[in-house]
T-cell receptor
Framework: DAKTTQPNSMESNEEEPVHLPCNHS???????IHWYRQLPSQGPEYVIH???SNVNNRMASLAIAEDRKSSTLILHRATLRDAAVYYC???????????FGGGTRLMVKP | GAVVSQHPSWVICKSGTSVKIECRSL??????MFWYRQFPKQSLMLMAT?????????EQGVEKDKFLINHASLTLSTLTVTSAHPEDSSFYIC???????????FGPGTRLTVL
């Protein structure tokens, strides 16, 4: 699986937007970009995924660079409950095993 | 969204005993389930892929005789940690992709503490 690179940690203020970056320069044409998040002592939770076009859902937005070598998860208004580790993962359409990198620990300040 | 459950949510056992952890997909079928292990402050590490009706596939470095996996039905996979030792203490998490889906759903995890 292609690798992803994320900052170890980020801070945000409550009610402000948060942009979580992910680099995936070795992404292949069939790799989907998935984001999961993990709250303390819980299993990961699906957030969003996309292939080429930007995606929106009730939790977040995903902005994918035109060359697909990077993407950004956007939380439009961070809340204290959004404090978690966010993982950016690439999954090809031939299988669905997930390889987790280090993720970004998001801290939200009141 | 789809729901995956794990049982028990936490377990404490004595060294040398065996512990069974169940992973169930509650509202969908899954021919494949995945087992992960997570140590404190670390990321998830894939241990094995559980396949319904066939043998599990283990990642390099994971002892198949120590971590027994059985995928008894399309909604249930079990992980048995045999002869557990303190170094097996960890957070064990399963995941399952619904058949035909391109995403996965994770269980809430099982915290194992071996004394």
């Amino acid at each position: 699986d292609a690798k992803t690179t994320q900052p170890n940690s980020m801070e945000s203020n409550e009610e402000e937007p948060v942009h979580l970056p992910c680099n995936h320069s070795t992404i292949s044409g069939t790799d989907y970009i998935h984001w999961y998040r993990q709250l303390p002592s819980q299993g990961p939770e699906y957030v969003i995924h996309g292939l080429t076009s930007n995606v929106n859902n009730r939790m977040a937005s995903l902005a994918i660079a035109e060359d697909r070598k990077s993407s950004t998860l956007i939380l439009h208004r961070a809340t204290l409950r959004d404090a978690a580790v966010y993982y950016c993962i690439l999954i090809n359409n031939a299988g669905n095993m997930l390889t987790f990198g280090g993720g970004t620990r998001l801290m939200v300040k009141p | 969204g789809a729901v995956v459950s794990q049982h028990p949510s936490w377990v404490i056992c004595k060294s040398g005993t065996s512990v069974k952890i169940e992973c169930r997909s509650l509202d969908f079928q899954a021919t494949t389930m995945f087992w992960y292990r997570q140590f404190p402050k670390q990321s998830l590490m894939l241990m094995a892929t559980s396949n319904e009706g066939s043998k599990a596939t283990y990642e390099q470095g994971v002892e198949k005789d120590k971590f027994l996996i059985n995928h008894a039905s399309l909604t249930l996979s079990t992980l048995t940690v045999t002869s557990a030792h303190p170094e097996d203490s960890s957070f064990y998490i399963c995941s399952a992709p619904p058949v035909g889906a391109d995403t996965q759903y994770f269980g809430p995890g099982t915290r194992l503490t071996v004394l």
